[in-house]
């Protein structure tokens, strides 16, 4: 089983679409977690991190479910330039993030 | 800007060719990471350097190898580059080990190889 999995897309959301993906992780010790963008042939950007209480940063919102495992991330009101691969990070406390593969989202006019 | 920087921005190299790909940092983090990215992957990481400590993956091949000169600048070396080697290479820099939401790290344009 893969530390990090997620569903590797691509969404095909049209603008002002609400857009949710999901994350599992393995590690029950995992100590943070983050989402990170991609954007094709660019370096991974940190997004937001996602606590446990939820947290929120314009249209978008992070939720973790550490009983479950689970890490969430919404998208309100989709624009095109939120065309991109969504990582999945999460800290497993050995000092080293590890990445999922990333969702691809694509946003259309 | 503090900034990553990494130089080149694409290498072209020859099987079996050496080749050195460059980091630099202005942001005076402890810890540099050096991670491989192959299309439709997850960055993988390949070693980091916590100062001047070394951490090698478990899983990286001999073929990579890395120096630290000071702590603003660190390379990654290859060997004798194959095919397989062909990649995205990131380097990125956290200011201390991570703990907590708070420490994350922050990423270099990457180096894109070709191996032909």
């Known amino acids: 089983r893969k530390e990090v999995e997620q569903d590797p897309g691509p969404f095909n959301v049209p603008e002002g679409a609400t857009v949710a993906f999901n994350c599992t992780y393995s590690?029950?010790?995992?100590?943070?977690f983050f989402w990170y963008r991609q954007d094709c042939r660019k370096e991974p950007k940190l997004l937001m991190s996602?606590?446990?209480s939820g947290n929120e940063d314009g249209r978008f919102t992070a939720q973790l479910n550490r009983a479950s495992q689970y890490i969430s991330l919404l998208i309100r009101d989709s624009k095109l330039s939120d065309s991109a691969t969504y990582l999945c990070?999460?800290?497993?406390?050995?000092?080293?993030?590890?990445f999922g593969t990333g969702t691809r989202l694509l946003v259309s006019p | 800007d503090a900034m990553v920087i990494q130089n080149p921005r694409y290498q072209v190299t020859q099987f079996g060719k050496p080749v050195t790909l460059s980091c630099s940092q202005t942001?005076?983090?402890?810890?540099m990471y050096w991670y491989q990215q192959k299309s439709s992957q997850a960055p993988k990481l390949l070693f980091h350097?916590?100062?001047?400590?070394?951490?090698n993956e478990a899983d990286t091949p001999d073929n990579f190898q890395s120096r630290r000169p000071n702590t603003s600048f660190c390379f990654l070396d290859i060997r004798s580059p194959g095919l397989g080697d062909a990649a995205m290479y990131l380097c990125?820099?956290?200011?201390?080990?991570?703990?907590?939401?708070?420490?994350?790290?922050?990423f270099g344009p990457g180096t894109r190889l070709t191996v032909l």
């Open positions: 990125a820099t956290s200011r201390e080990p991570l703990a907590g939401n708070t420490d994350t790290q922050y």
């Open positions: 350097y916590y100062d001047k400590d070394f951490n």
């Open positions: 590690n029950s010790a995992s100590q943070s």
């Open positions: 996602v606590y446990s």
């Open positions: 990070v999460v800290n497993t406390g050995f000092q080293k993030l590890v």
């Open positions: 942001l005076n983090h402890n810890v």
